[in-house]
Structures are given as C-alpha cells and as structure tokens.
C-alpha cells in the first residue's frame, strides 16, 4: 500500500471514529466529513465525480436474480474521486449500512444495494458485492483502458487482474454486521480495497 492510501485510510478511520451512527448517515454526515478531511490534508477531492472518472454508459455490477450485466444509460456516480497532483490517488464510497447482504438469495428491498460483480472469480463463479463497492471496481477497471467485454470475461481472484493500476478503494459504512465483512471479504481481498466500519457489529 503506497503512502498515499495510508495516510488516507488513517485520516479516515480517526476522523469519523466520533460520527454518531443513528439514521441514514453515509451521504448525510461520511461523504461530507471524509471530503472535508481530505480536503484539508491537501487532496483534492471531488464529489460525486463531477469530472467524470467513471465514464458514461458503461455498467457497474450484475443483478443477483438474472445474473445479468445490469445496463447502464446514464452514468455511475463514485462518491468521493480523490486526487493527488492530478492523478488518482483513492475512491471512496460511503453507506449508511449494508444490511442488503445476503449469503444466500437476494434481498427482498426495493433497489436493493447487493449485486453480483461483474467480473468473476477463479472458479467462474461470481463476487457478491455491493452496489457501492462495484462501482469502484468498475471504475477503478475502466481507468485501464480496458473494455467491458475484457472485464465480463476476466476469472481470477487477484487483485494485480481486478485493480491493474492498484487504485485505493475504500468503503465506508455507519454500521456493519460480521455477516456483512465476511460476506465482502473475497470481493475486498480480490481488489486490494479497504472497509472502514464507523460501528463494527457482531
């Protein structure tokens, strides 16, 4: 981890360790705190990816039912897109929780978050991930130059395949369960990314 991603994920993990985890907090309280904190540390942190890393029309994750690569019209936002010197030095998504996470099926929620990732896994199957979290992967892959046709074939579980240029990813959620961390566990390992728990749950 290059000392960029490490001085990141310190100002991270200090300066939220107070937030108070009631209610919907990941776009109300993370997003702007962990901008605030980069933006003083003298990264320059874009918000919502106004500049467009994630390019338009390219798809993120596959739905958990269909197993289908999800289309995308529009264009996926990454939360927080931080910058050193011009290049891109992490990307950072925020949720409130991740209480969508299944081992087994599908949750029952409107829009839920759980996805499948689009790329697989050494044995063919698939990641379970979430939403936030593929779009950083998706991104992070794109950034390459690489096609989407590139990624849907891709099996592997390293990360050197799933994140080629070694982007910091991080995942920062108010709250999580065991069951969430070791359901995501093979995804976070396979993109050298990071979860930051405000409140880590049994």
Sequence with gaps: MNDDANAILQLI??????????????????????????????????????????????PAWRDKQSFEVVVTTGRRRIDLVVRRNENVVALIETESDLNDLREHGVSGRSDHYDVFSVAGRVDGTWFHSYKSLERMASAAWYATGRSQEALQQLRSDAREAHNPKGICLILVTGSSRALDRRILTPRLNALGASLISVAARN
């Design 13 to 58: 993990r200090h300066g939220t360790a107070s937030v108070p985890i009631r209610g919907k907090v990941g776009k109300r309280l993370l997003q702007p705190k962990i901008a605030q904190l980069l933006t003083a540390a003298g990264y320059d942190v874009d918000v919502e990816d106004t500049r467009g890393f994630f390019p338009p029309s390219l």
